[in-house]
């Protein structure tokens, strides 16, 4: 087949090869999604900098290198990123910085105008970095023991860790928080050879003392509960395997499995209210091969009555990045039980690219590869010195540096990485399936829970990289750097085109419905109990860039904002089609199977205020609630020509003349236009599949005649739709042959 141009006045002609595309997307549509681009170069002259969007385009050949997104593979779901609030953290941000430098670097860290970290760890009483040195939630003298816990409570927590807790919060009120405990109470651990008991140098826990530390953690989740702070997870023991000099303590996997059967498991079941916090093993490094870990993880998991209470386990990033896949044994071996790694630090002195290199590789890429649900810094933030300390090295790296004395932030490396994931993917989306090539162009993809995409790709070598995103029939072509890391992010509808659907409340069962089954402009959309009635079935046609326009089949008006409102309680009408911001709708499917409905201009979901047979719809900020998810139902196929085509205010007007009708071995139209631009055509079939898919068509002003073969091409009824610069037109064409 082949695909001409011509402009009258001159004319002038030019062959292009047309590109034949049988792909069919029944699960979005077919479409130039516009795709964001953020950049963080090695050189640092784009640190998560936004570039110009690019777009999808129709898939050509093959680039060297393609990576392949395919939606309908998944993996786990995603909990977040973020680093831990150790107490130097928390120390630094409570007690460095004035007040409004704090709400500045918070709002920097946990909302979506920065970085927005969705994910926390805190240790559960004082660890190697700590700024009120050793200390645990019930200290008593030596010699002496509190197994009531009637000396219990936060201590030092109180001054910086939960308040700093309770900011970020208050900043992310959907913030995951995981607890991890350095050690015990002294008192509860075996003596040391003197006869005396210390929470350094690991030990063992008593086991006489198995169920007062259980009930040790019920206290504990109770009092973060009382602050303020859920507990959302929290792992058994810090580095089971590390006998460190600073707080520590040994737990064997034997150890680990007793104490979650025995012990943790059944007094966080038998709590009342139950406490739904969940428990976590290991939290120790990837290579847990070793003879001193011995495959700790498979030990307890493998002993049945200890993983009914497991949620899952908890990696660190201190070995050999190799080690990594045993995250993927782990998770091939106890498909149900979820992965998270918890810690990695930064280190001081190391350079900027090799560092963004080898964090992206392993702990954004490398981790959510290898099932990870979340990728944890260590300390959030630490001073100029790598302070405070309470044992730990002196040449550890925050996230972020705040300087001692002026409260100055500096961003280190680790929150350009971590800001390439958590800015984009939100908790809840969930992994899917993408090619990745070990030191070249290394990446991983997600769909959020919101139906947007997101893809990760890093650089890892010493030259510049040409590389195809290929995902659903379409492409683009993008050259990063050396070094360099890109985040590319797209949104799209989750719905076919050429199907006709009921569209019904999950909150009500109600359908949607034009007033009166009205033809005419501003007749208001409202709910009322299905009857299969024609102006209670809608279809979706593709308004470009990932929006549709919803078209009722009776009126074959389309949807918008009464006056275009961006407020809530704003209500729903029908109208001729006029190509503005008003008129688009992203439609996205949800992890339950409904479908929220976004407008465009106002960014507010489509929501019924009430049950009531009747009630007219409205705008509103999403909330996720089920008066704002939606059942589509399909009826059937979408009627081929005044469905799919415009009405009497149609862009499908004098600027665009289709000819010969009907088609037979070639299909032509004039584009009339007073500039320059760039088309993009199609010609779509009843079910919105594309038979015919043209390159992007660059016209002069004044009159342009482009020619399509269309040999092979089925006879029946399509529609031609032409992307323009100021919309789409679409014009029905019957072909035979």
């Excluded at 300390?389 to 990485?417: D, F, H, L």
């Amino acid at each position: 087949m082949k695909f001409l141009l011509y402009t009258r006045l001159p004319l002038v002609a030019a062959g292009l090869a047309l590109l034949p595309s049988t792909a069919f997307r029944p699960a979005s549509i077919q479409a130039t999604e516009a795709v964001s681009v953020w950049l963080t170069t090695g050189d640092q002259t784009k640190l998560l900098a936004q570039q110009p969007d690019i777009s999808f385009a129709a898939s050509s050949a093959s680039a060297s290198t393609t990576i392949t997104l395919d939606d309908h593979t998944t993996y786990q779901t995603i909990d977040g990123f973020g680093a831990a609030m150790t107490g130097s953290a928390a120390y630094m941000l409570n007690q460095k910085m004035s007040a409004s430098q704090r709400d500045a670097l918070l709002s920097d860290l946990f909302t979506s105008s920065g970085i927005r970290l969705s994910f926390v760890r805190h240790s559960i009483g004082a660890s190697d970095f700590s700024a009120y040195g050793d200390y645990t939630y019930d200290d008593v003298a030596e010699g002496q023991t509190d197994t009531g816990l009637s000396k219990f409570g936060l201590g030092n927590d109180l001054t910086d860790v939960v308040p700093m807790l309770k900011a970020a919060l208050g900043k992310n009120n959907t913030l995951k928080v995981l607890g991890t405990p350095w050690s015990a109470p002294a008192w509860m651990k075996e003596a040391k050879s003197d006869g005396t008991h210390s929470v350094r140098g690991g030990g063992y826990l008593n086991t006489a003392y198995y169920q007062a530390y259980a009930n040790y953690f019920v206290q504990y989740v109770r009092a973060y509960a009382a602050q303020g702070v859920p507990i959302y997870a929290m792992t058994l023991q810090n580095e089971p395997g590390n006998s460190a000099a600073y707080m520590s303590m040994r737990m064997d996997p034997g150890n680990e499995a007793a104490f979650l059967k025995n012990n943790i498991g059944p007094a966080f079941a038998s709590a009342s209210p139950a406490i739904t916090t969940k428990l976590v093993v290991y939290d120790h490094n990837w290579d847990d091969k070793t003879p001193t870990i011995n495959n700790y993880v498979e030990s307890v998991l493998s002993d049945a009555a200890a993983a009914s209470y497991a949620a899952g386990s908890a990696w660190h990033g201190y070995s050999d990045p190799s080690g990594i896949a045993n995250m993927t044994t782990v998770h091939n071996a106890y498909p149900s039980k979820d992965i998270w790694f918890t810690e990695i630090t930064g280190s001081v002195g190391s350079s900027f690219a090799g560092d963004l290199k080898w964090h992206m590789s392993n702990i954004i890429i490398g981790n959510t590869r290898n099932w990870a649900k979340s990728a944890l810094e260590w300390n959030l933030a630490l001073d100029q010195n790598s302070g405070p300390t309470n044992g730990g090295t002196n040449n550890c790296r925050g996230v972020v540096t705040i300087n001692n004395s002026t409260g100055a932030v500096t961003r280190n490396v680790e929150y350009y990485a971590l800001g390439h994931a958590s800015k984009f993917v939100d908790p809840g989306a969930v992994r899917i399936a993408s090619n990745s090539v070990a030191g070249g162009i290394e990446d991983v993809a997600f769909k959020n829970p919101d139906g947007s995409r997101v893809l990760i790709a890093l650089n890892n070598s010493s030259a510049s990289n040409t590389f195809q995103v290929s995902w659903n029939g379409q492409s683009f072509t993008y050259t990063l750097p050396a070094g360099a890391v890109a985040t590319y992010k797209w949104n799209t509808s989750d719905v076919p085109l050429g199907r006709v659907f009921e569209i019904s409340a999950k909150s009500n069962g109600k359908a949607l419905e034009i007033t009166g089954a009205s033809s005419s402009n501003n007749a208001l959309l409202r709910q009322a109990t299905w009857g299969s009635a024609i102006q209670q079935k809608w279809h979706m046609v593709d308004a470009g860039n990932g929006y549709v326009r919803i078209v009722n089949q009776n009126s074959n008006k389309s949807l918008e904002i009464v006056g275009a409102g961006t407020t809530n309680g704003n209500q729903v009408e029908q109208y001729d089609w006029q190509s503005i911001a008003n008129q688009y709708w992203l439609v996205q499917q949800q992890s339950d199977g409904t479908y929220r409905i976004l407008n465009k201009n106002s960014g507010k979901a489509l929501d019924t205020p009430s049950a009531s047979e009747g009630a007219n719809l409205q705008q509103w900020d999403w909330t996720g609630a089920d008066n704002q998810r939606w059942w589509l139902s399909d009826q059937g196929a979408a009627r081929t020509g005044s469905a799919l085509a415009t009405s009497s205010a149609a862009l499908a007007d004098t600027r665009l003349r289709v000819y010969p009708v009907p088609v037979a071995q070639e299909l032509a139209f004039d584009y009339v236009t007073d500039t320059a631009e760039t088309l993009q055509v199609q010609l779509l079939d009843a079910l919105g599949r594309s038979a015919l898919a043209a390159p992007a068509v660059a016209v002069q002003a004044g009159t342009t005649s482009v020619h399509l073969g269309a040999a092979g091409v089925a006879p029946g009824a399509y529609v031609l739709r032409v992307i323009t610069r100021t919309g789409t037109l679409t014009q029905r064409v019957l072909v035979t042959q």
